[in-house]
């Protein structure tokens, strides 16, 4: 059973759904729409080019049955499987970056910068060079890394309760530690290999096929499906960790739950895609600046990471005049934005 209701004197929508209540802000429900659309858009433009070009008549055509033969198995076999996946690696990393962001209430926490990403890039590399590298064994290294490396900062963080800033100290610390542990690994395995996982390495999509993006999909959706239940504790804790627990939030549990979840998001992005940097980092902040929320709307986040890595990976295939994987595109358009930001946040603090 579900309810809508539009409260217009405080720009917002309430939805009812079973019980759990999602408040929506009117701004922010108007630009997901948008950021839908222009993703939607973006979609099209990815099924419609590449080697054998169609028009967006053409793809409609195939999408709806219409259209038989050649266009559809180019469509439906080669490149939808891309697009989607697109889509959904980019709402899983930017939902994961706005849960750090939001229990550390610091812009700068991301998964890649504070060294989830380099953790399930570790365990991938162990999975592939020591258990011989089948996608399950990728999937399980890479969520185990990535959950390793959150526990292991979890704990050295950790003193009398988790701030923001001492995480993400530590974090950059074993970021770097891991990096320079998966170049090791990289430079005593065989050349094929490492050429393999170096390519893995730098965030790419060029691998993925129907037979990674449907399981991949699914865990990532169900993931998703559950970023709802924890979505008014972490709220909570944007007060500070005295608030929330005065309001009957259990903070550290809360903080467990929530860190898990996005270590899980990344986890799965990362076994089949590799550490595709930035788009965890910037696709929130950006989402708070065209919200005007004071804190990160999820949903709409999600949406805007979606079409920030499929518009990255358009970039990367038809742009670039030499295809290149889509986490060099995102490096450097979040590397541009993480320079903004730190003379944002410098400005705003002197």
Known sequence: MSTAALDVGRRRIVVGIRGL?????????????????????????????????????????????????????????WRLPRAVAAVLFGAALAVAGAIFQTITRNPLASPDIIGLANGS???????LLVLGGSWPLLTAGSLIGGLAAAVLIYLLAYRGGLHGFRFIVVGIAISAMLASVNTWMLLRAELETALFASAWGAGTLNSVTAATA???????????????????????????????????????????????????????????????????????????????????????????????????DLIAQHVIPLTVPVGVVTVVLGGSYLVWLLIHESRRRA
Not at 41 to 62: M, N, Y
Not at 121 to 127: E, K, N, R
Not at 298 to 303: A, D, L, W
Request: aromatic share 2%; hydrophobic share 60%.
């Open 214 to 312: 449907v399981p991949a999909g699914l865990c990532i959706l169900l993931l998703l499906a559950l970023v709802p239940l924890v979505t008014p504790a972490v709220r909570q804790l944007d007060l500070g960790d005295d608030a929330a627990s005065a309001t009957g939030v259990a903070v550290g549990r809360t903080r467990l739950a929530a860190v898990a979840l996005a270590v899980c998001l990344v986890s799965v992005v990362t076994a089949v895609a590799g550490p595709i940097a930035f788009v965890a980092l910037a696709a929130p902040q950006i989402t708070r600046r065209l919200t005007g929320t004071p804190g990160i709307p999820f949903v709409t986040t999600g949406i805007v990471g979606g079409a920030l890595l499929l518009g990255s």
């Open 21 to 77: 209540t999602v408040v929506v802000g009117l701004r922010s429900a108007l630009v997901g729409s948008v950021m839908l659309l222009v993703t939607v858009l973006l979609a099209l433009l990815a099924l419609a080019l590449g080697d054998f070009p169609l028009t967006p008549a053409e793809v409609v055509g195939v999408v709806t049955g219409r259209v038989d033969g050649l266009p559809r198995i180019v469509v439906l076999e």
């Open 121 to 127: 890039f570790t365990g991938m590399l162990i999975a």
